[in-house]
């Protein structure tokens, strides 16, 4: 009952939405179902990635750490994908991932991810649409930092 109420979640998800549900089945099936108390971190900026995380019930933000502490850059919600930077370009995690609510979530291992990409064009796409949303955003927030920083400066 469980398997099918996983399936059913992911078919809700976009970076799922095109595969059918036998394919759908397979990946529930290898997946590990993870629940995450408030507070609680996921994965932690500078760890080896060893799987992605698909959430299917929750919150969570995404921070980096800074001089001045930790900076939250995205929040993420049902559905959402985090965890395949990690995996993809075989690097530390990039950013620490903290449940703001109570959090349950598929964990992906890596080679199950790796296998899905290859398999499932329409994955890849959803995969690189996701990276190029969050890359669009930071690349904002950047251009905001620096134009709040020249303000402060003074004028020099």
Do not use: W
């Amino acid at each position: 009952m469980l398997l099918k109420s996983e399936i059913d979640l992911l078919r809700a998800v976009p970076l799922f939405a095109g595969i059918e549900p036998s394919r759908l089945k397979l990946i529930a099936y290898t997946a590990e179902t993870v629940m995450y108390r408030q507070g609680q971190v996921l994965c932690r900026q500078g760890e080896q990635g060893d799987a992605a995380f698909v959430l299917m019930e929750g919150e969570a933000d995404v921070s980096i750490a800074a001089e001045t502490g930790d900076f939250v850059v995205a929040s993420l919600k049902t559905g959402d994908v985090v965890g395949e930077i990690a995996i993809l370009c075989d690097v530390p995690r990039t950013a620490t991932v903290t449940a703001k609510t109570p959090v349950s979530a598929l964990r992906v291992r890596k080679e199950a991810f790796l296998q899905l990409v290859r398999q499932f064009p329409e994955v890849a796409a959803e995969v690189m649409r996701g990276l190029a949303e969050r890359l669009s955003h930071t690349n904002a927030e950047l251009v905001r930092a620096r134009n709040l920083a020249a303000g402060q400066g003074g004028g020099r």
